[in-house]
């Protein structure tokens, strides 16, 4: 493998062609009309035009990713995460084409996608889930009251295709649930093309913690730790951190084996994310779902191990990644990352669009790393996702890395757009989450201070 493709934009593009140009692979962007002049653009070795700026003529046409590769002589793809990242059917035309797909195979893509499907193989590999139900599809919604009396109250509607929170919605009273069912099944279908939910019990007072997992496709598998990612607004994350603060050893320990339990059980391939609600006063925990890409704050992992798990994809995925044993998986620190969003807390967190006139991130401090698909005066459209950058601090104990994100979150330089700086500043400041004291409602919970 000497060139390969990014079929995706912004941040994680220029991500991956970091780890190329450290592998001496050429790289290949793709890019909308939107995207003509965006630094991925700049930074690839070649780069191929994919449609108009809307994701849905562009970034999410196979067709146009393949002809691209094939133009432009590319032997491998890689998604990124986010757009075809998590599509079977596009890592099987993929495979098809000839190409080298650097991802999980189309069956576990496939498998872990259906979250119902991945419910019933961790229950197979022996990993405790949330009591839930069955699937019910969209229209047909026979039992589904008394599934809900068995799962109990409160209870949340979850899509069982796709992810983001998209089609998530809590339900307190039985009254409630058939127009919240219906309202999600229609978000649903819109968003993934299924309309298909299931219920599954909620747990008010709760964590999100994942295990960073990379498999090898023959049965073996390792761990990398776990990101706490508890601090979340609308089920989107905002902070996340390594390790998990004030998550006893022993849970810790069993929530690492179950991930790597549920990968061998699978025959897992490459790099993955096993997701898992913790009960914040009893420290159980369920599984929830499985990432099969990298995350986006994959950063955080990197920074604990000193590994490239990008490097370590592209490796596994060309035969040339070095034999990895548990043991030789060793953390250090403490790390916690940052989303920068263009985007106003003040007012609901609307997306705030429009030309970075200032875009300066902290320079010459220690243990920081910034990841961004935008320079100084370039453009954030209206199209994708609103996030501007990742600012990740790493010290030897999480008030140093929080201190550290704090300042230099006040040294980041940005204008021309509203954005969440110090709305971030406010989180890592406040007592509580400076106490450890972190769990899914956090950001409800101090709404007014941190606004």
């Not at 983001?164 to 039985?174: F, H, L």
Request: net charge negative.
């Amino acid at each position: 493998m000497n060139r390969l493709l990014v079929a995706n934009r912004g941040e994680i593009a220029c991500r991956v062609m970091r780890s190329c140009r450290a592998l001496d692979i050429e790289t290949v962007a793709v890019y909308s009309e939107a995207d003509a002049q965006a630094a991925h653009v700049a930074m690839a070795d070649q780069a191929r035009a994919i449609g108009p700026s809307r994701a849905s003529e562009s970034y999410l046409r196979p067709e146009a990713i393949l002809q691209a590769a094939a133009d432009t002589g590319a032997q491998a793809i890689h998604p990124g995460y986010g757009f075809l990242s998590e599509n079977a059917a596009f890592a099987q035309a993929v495979l098809a084409a000839g190409l080298t797909w650097v991802g999980p195979r189309p069956d576990s893509i496939r498998d872990m996608g259906d979250k119902q499907r991945a419910r019933e193989l961790a229950i197979a590999a022996g990993v405790p889930v949330v009591p839930g139900s069955d699937r019910y599809e969209t229209g047909a919604l026979d039992g589904i009251a008394e599934s809900a009396a068995r799962v109990g109250y409160p209870l949340l509607v979850k899509a069982v295709a796709g992810g983001g929170g998209i089609g998530m919605r809590r339900v307190d009273r039985p009254e409630d649930l058939q127009a919240v069912v219906e309202a999600s099944q229609s978000m649903a279908a819109k968003a993934f093309g299924n309309g298909a939910v299931f219920l599954e019990r909620y747990i008010p007072l709760a964590r999100h913690v994942e295990i960073q997992v990379f498999g090898f496709g023959d049965g073996n598998a390792i761990h990398l730790y776990e990101r706490d990612c508890s601090l979340q607004r609308r089920y989107q994350k905002i902070i996340e951190e390594s390790p998990a603060p004030g998550l006893p050893s022993a849970t810790r320990a069993r929530m690492a084996q179950a991930a790597v339990d549920l990968c061998r059980a699978t025959r897992y391939q490459g790099a993955g994310t096993v997701e898992f609600i913790v009960d914040a006063g009893s420290f159980e925990f369920y599984f929830l779902e499985m990432n099969t890409r990298i995350q986006v704050e994959h950063p955080v992992t990197e920074m604990i191990t000193g590994r490239d798990l990008v490097a370590m994809q592209i490796d596994l995925a060309r035969d040339s990644l070095p034999a990895l044993s548990q043991d030789a998986i060793a953390a250090q620190g403490h790390a916690i990352e940052c989303r920068l969003y263009a985007e106003d807390p003040k007012r609901m967190f609307m997306p705030s669009p429009g030309r970075l006139t200032v875009f300066r991130p902290p320079a010459g401090m220690p243990g920081i790393r910034v990841d961004s698909g935008y320079r100084e005066g370039d453009e954030i459209t209206p199209f994708y996702d609103p996030m501007i950058a990742k600012l990740i601090a790493h010290g030897e104990d999480r008030d140093t890395a929080r201190r550290r994100a704090a300042e230099a979150l006040r040294r980041f330089e940005v204008e021309g757009i509203r954005h969440n700086r110090d709305f971030l500043i406010a989180c890592l400041e406040h007592p509580a989450f400076a106490a450890g004291d972190v769990h899914t409602g956090f950001v409800e919970s101090h709404r007014q201070a941190l606004c």
